[in-house]
């Protein structure tokens, strides 16, 4: 195991570090929920001046929460000491002035004897501006103080660990971040992208048995809401697969991502993981099959392995195209041209052999009750493209209802109908996998996974 993942290097940790780093959601200020702060002002009419006095007694009927039928509630209030300071704070609030709005605070900070709830709200305004003015780390100190004043109820608490979360993991205090996603997702104020970044700052802290139990919540609510899953959730479960060693659960990752994503990377990541364990050429060559298949195979030494399968199992002609689409995309890294360059001219020979003779297989094909000439005809139409000839004579074979090696007959015939664009056939060959007994298991996943990305309409992409 340890020889594979060094192997897979390059193509799975590489690839799939990058990808995270690329994927990671993160917050910025200006997706930063701040809660637009009210609060409500003792009626000050007996100690200040009567234009001050309306002023407060306005604030307070205009800010004051109301009851179902219509009164204000009986709420905690601010005190009249502060009421001056804070009447101003929020004339600069509704005309956006943010610095002057700090400075308001600031005065009223300054008062003496001052309530926690008191406390509590400076704090609140304060933040709401920093927020406001960018200053992110200012804003957290100020919420997290207004915290500390002991006087927000239950429902306010979770809006503002909501907040201070968001906060915290912009301003990259991991540890802080999570504390306040963990109360946040307890008191319900968590949606499915907070979830996400749970799973992500466990991750950064190298905790993945909790990022997965965070990520699984985050896909869970995604669903919930009618949303595609992020990309990053099942990339992070991968990676930590792959620092695990857990094979299983790569797997895993990597067929949840193709579900996700159809990219051939996760493909060719998937194949090499599942090749390195077979050891029968038949099943290595449907492995091989479905990487070429998915545009995955980028290794010379896969495009040369398979052809020689390819060639070993009678299919010059497919062995020839193989080895052809490899060289006119320049996959060949020198030590390996002289090799492929006599392997085509070897399987060249041989496939216009083929071609030569199909008429006569034609004829002889028709003749045999088995289906296996009819099968062979097939592949031959394919490997050279004539990807309708092929399914029409595989098809002929396969209705003759005498044929040994049913899995070979219907992965040809779904290819080529893929290949000529008959998708709705395509699935329908694939599903007959499944009732056949002693098909590899291994095999048989990968093509259903193919067989389930094969799109519904033909504007969509293979």
Not at 240 to 245: E, K, Q, S, V
Not at 354 to 370: C, Q, S
Request: with cysteine; hydrophobic share 45%; glycine share 6%.
């Amino acid at each position: 195991m340890s020889y594979l993942l060094k192997a897979m290097g390059f193509w799975i940790w590489g690839l799939i570090a990058i990808a995270i780093s690329v994927s990671l959601v993160s917050i910025g200020y200006r997706t930063i929920s701040a809660y637009r702060p009210r609060y409500s002002a003792y009626d000050v009419t007996r100690d200040t001046a009567p234009d001050e006095a309306r002023e407060a007694g306005a604030l307070s009927a205009a800010t004051a929460p109301l009851t179902a039928s219509g009164s204000t509630s009986a709420q905690p209030v601010i005190g009249k000491a502060i009421a001056k300071q804070m009447t101003a704070a929020q004339k600069d609030m509704n005309a956006g002035q943010w610095s002057e709005m700090i400075k308001d605070l600031e005065a009223a900070e300054a008062k003496t004897g001052l309530t926690a709830y008191d406390e509590a709200k400076i704090n609140e305004f304060k933040g709401y501006a920093s927020v406001k003015l960018n200053d992110l780390k200012a804003a957290q100190a100020a919420y997290e103080a207004a915290v500390a004043a002991g006087a927000y109820k239950a429902e306010e608490l979770a809006k503002i660990f909501h907040l201070l979360f968001q906060l915290a993991a912009t301003n990259h205090q991991d540890a802080k971040a999570i504390e306040y996603g963990e109360r946040a997702a307890a008191a319900g104020a968590a949606g499915d992208n907070d979830l996400l970044i749970m799973s992500q700052l466990y991750y950064q802290q190298k905790d993945c048995k909790k990022s997965a139990l965070w990520g699984d919540k985050a896909i869970d609510a995604f669903k919930e809401a009618g949303q595609t899953p992020k990309e990053v959730l099942y990339q992070i479960k991968l990676q930590c697969a792959g620092d695990a060693g857990d094979t299983g659960a790569m797997k895993a990752a990597l067929y949840d991502l193709i579900r996700l994503t159809n990219k051939a990377s996760y493909w060719n990541n998937l194949l090499r993981l599942e090749r390195q364990d077979e050891r029968d050429d038949h099943n290595t060559l449907m492995i091989y099959r479905v990487m070429f298949d998915t545009h995955s195979m980028n290794a010379d030494t896969d495009y040369i392995e398979m052809a020689q399968l390819l060639g070993d199992a009678g299919l010059a002609v497919e062995a020839q195209a193989v080895l052809e689409k490899a060289m006119s995309s320049g996959v060949f890294k020198d030590e390996h041209k002289e090799r492929a360059t006599r392997l085509l001219d070897a399987f060249g020979t041989r496939a216009d052999a083929d071609m030569k003779g199909l008429p006569a297989l034609e004829v002889e094909a028709r003749k045999n009750p088995a289906g296996a000439l009819d099968v062979k005809l097939g592949e031959i139409y394919f490997g050279a493209g004539d990807f309708g000839d092929a399914a029409s004579v595989i098809s002929r074979g396969i209705d003759k209802g005498q044929l040994r090696q049913l899995d070979e007959a219907y992965v040809s015939l779904g290819r080529s109908l893929t290949a000529d664009k008959e998708l709705a056939g395509a699935k329908q060959a694939f599903a007959k996998l499944k009732s056949l007994p002693n098909f590899s298991p291994r095999v048989l996943k990968l093509w259903n996974l193919y067989a389930d990305m094969i799109p519904a309409k033909l504007s969509e992409p293979l």
